[in-house]
């Protein structure tokens, strides 16, 4: 798609200029072990970013919450906008909320998001819009007529290996309806990506994963394979919750743990499923990631937490099986309200304020983008090896994968998929000034399989 390879070329530009470009001033610094890390401002002069996301174009992807779409370089901190959505309706915590980007966007240049809006009442509705040309468009509604109110909306948005895409909903303060397997609020919700009901969801023909939740605001897949969401409790514990299908998760009888012998009860009866992590008081947590890079070696296997009215990033150690947390630790409390997180390939956590939310004093640089950052590390000689290879997106694949080279092909350049037989299976070139290509897997058994190319031979697992 000519349109993709221009983006992903723009990146690559962009980055290269990266490498003569001086790091952003310091904000302050705080250790992490042996480490120190670096807080800078990557952007600034933002109205409520609520969802970051790291793209396959190498970009920070960002919503706000009055409705824009929009690209962040992660060099340079230039914000493109690519689309403000017209009906979408802010009020308290409400507007647009989270978005996933579609793991085949090279073929399948979509992007969903969740936010609220007017019909007859106040709603919430996820939606598909389709990348071209630098911007967003021709709109389809995937589900709608999600009932909401000014608070409790959720919503986190993420996309499994199975391409299936789980969307967490807050209980619109309709305490039952999170026990209510019928309704679409207080529940992580499981769909296809054309919007329709998985066959193998637990309830045939019910989009409900699991249930009994009041705000989840964070929902992340980590490196060990399990599912992880951040939620909002009432008055006394947020939670951090291994997300598993047909499991309840005690709201509004349970918040927190099962401590109480007014909850112990329902506990028992009901199976819940108790947190692994609580913040007591509430914090009002938000974005949650997952980081596992060699640059911040104390934050490896970790959870990262961005909270609200506790004003901090919480790092949430995990044990080797990722079913216990250890003691947060709290680290990043000079600048206000913390809501969304992503992680970039090279270890570096992205961060964004919500100080212009109503429930804050806002400073002259708000809302912004934080960037955290060991900027003494040295990749090692394998992490650098893998910069000068041919980067495979997504891998695991199923439909198609992405071919990225560190910089243009400076002539006609062959690729070859090889099975595990090495007969060649997929064939494709990349022309001179080419730096991405896609290939489609339709065809392939699941599999291993190598892609050879002038820059070496990497592994690609078909699923």
């Known amino acids: 798609m000519k349109h993709l390879n221009t983006l992903f070329v723009g990146s690559f530009l962009c980055s290269t200029g990266a490498l003569a470009q001086a790091p952003a001033p310091a904000l302050t610094t705080f250790p992490v072990g042996a480490t120190t890390v670096t807080v800078s401002a990557l952007a600034t002069g933002l109205q409520v970013p609520w969802e970051l996301v790291w793209g396959p174009d190498n970009v920070i992807w960002m919503t706000e919450r009055g409705g824009r779409i929009s690209r962040v370089d992660p060099t340079s901190g230039q914000v493109t906008v690519l689309t403000t959505l017209p009906d979408v309706a802010t009020s308290s915590e409400g507007g647009l909320l989270g978005m996933v980007l579609h793991p085949d966007f090279a073929t399948s240049p979509y992007v969903y998001v969740v936010y609220n809006y007017n019909d007859n009442g106040y709603k919430e509705k996820l939606v598909r819009l389709t990348y071209a040309n630098g911007t967003l468009g021709s709109p389809q509604v995937l589900l709608g007529d999600i009932p909401a109110v000014s608070t409790h909306s959720g919503s986190r948005l993420l996309i499994l290996p199975d391409r299936t895409l789980l969307m967490t909903t807050g209980d619109a303060q309709n305490r039952p309806a999170a026990q209510d397997r019928t309704s679409l609020n207080g529940k992580v919700l499981r769909l296809n990506l054309d919007g329709t009901i998985p066959a193998d969801n637990p309830v045939a023909g019910n989009r409900s994963y699991s249930f009994g939740h009041r705000n989840p605001q964070g929902l992340v897949r980590a490196g060990n394979g399990r ?60 974005g949650l990631a997952y980081y596992d890079h060699p640059a911040i070696p104390g934050w490896r296997n970790s959870l990262l937490a961005a909270t609200l009215r506790g004003n901090k990033l919480t790092q949430t150690p995990l044990n080797t099986a990722g079913t216990t947390a250890g003691e947060g630790v709290f680290t990043l409390t000079s600048f206000g309200r ?8 090279q270890g570096r956590v992205y961060v964004g304020t919500s100080n212009r939310d109503g429930r804050a004093t806002p400073g002259a640089a708000d809302d912004q983008i934080l960037v955290l950052e060991n900027r003494a590390f040295v990749p090692t000689s394998t992490t650098a090896r893998r910069t000068s290879q041919l980067s495979l997106w997504p891998n695991p694949a199923r439909h198609a994968v992405t071919l990225q080279r560190p910089t243009p092909a400076t002539a006609a350049s062959p690729v070859q998929i090889h099975d595990a037989l090495g007969r060649t299976v997929r064939t494709a070139q990349f022309t001179a000034g080419q730096s991405s290509l896609s290939l489609p897997l339709q065809g392939l058994q699941p599999g291993f399989y190598s892609v050879k190319s002038d820059l070496g031979t990497q592994r690609l697992v078909v699923e």
């Open 227 to 286: 599912l992880y969401s951040s939620e909002h409790g009432e008055n006394a514990e947020d939670e951090v919750n291994i997300i598993e299908p047909n499991q309840n998760y005690g709201w509004p009888t349970v918040e927190g743990l099962c401590n109480l012998a007014s909850e112990q009860g329902f506990c028992t009866a009901n199976s819940v499923r108790q947190p692994i992590f609580t913040w007591a008081p509430t914090v009002g947590v938000a």
């Open 338 to 345: 913390l809501r969304a997180v992503c992680v970039s390939p």
